[in-house]
């Protein structure tokens, strides 16, 4: 089994046509941050099929940009990640804030599973 097989290889979320009308799919690294990124910006309830899927995020919008909010919001994303994505271990989150005021910048460092490389994502988060 190679390296893009034990991260996957699925449909791009959302759903979207290449130039001659197909789907277009991810694979590897791709499909992996892809994942970490639906999990953080889905909330719990919004699927049907699997309720508790997400993060929850939501709750922290119009809160203030705090080293309190930022905290919650680093517990919240280590949490889901840890419970929803098997492909990785998460080895922090970090949780600073951007440039505009309402902006935060959730840092997750991982390591995945199948090879044990290293890598991060850094996904914005606004609270407005």
């Known amino acids: 089994m190679n390296r893009l097989d034990r991260l996957g290889r699925g449909f791009a979320f959302p759903w ?7 789907l277009v799919w991810r694979s590897g690294d791709d499909k ?3 994942a970490i990124r639906l ?7 919004e699927r049907v099929m699997r309720p508790g899927f997400g993060c929850g995020l939501r709750r922290y919008l119009m ?11 680093a517990r919240e994303a280590q949490l889901a990640l840890g419970r ?5 271990a998460v080895q922090a989150v970090n949780v600073d804030p951007g ?16 090879d044990g ?9 606004y609270l407005e």
């Open 84 to 88: 929803f994505e098997p492909r990785i």
């Open 16 to 22: 979207v046509p290449d130039r001659e009308g197909r």
């Open 39 to 45: 999990i953080l910006s889905t909330e719990p309830g």
């Open 63 to 73: 809160q203030p940009n705090t080293t309190a909010t930022r905290a919650l919001i």
């Open 99 to 114: 440039e505009d005021p309402a902006l935060v910048l959730i840092r997750v460092a991982y390591v995945q599973l199948a």
């Open 32 to 34: 992996l941050r892809e």
């Open 117 to 125: 490389r290293r890598d991060n994502l850094v996904y914005p988060f």
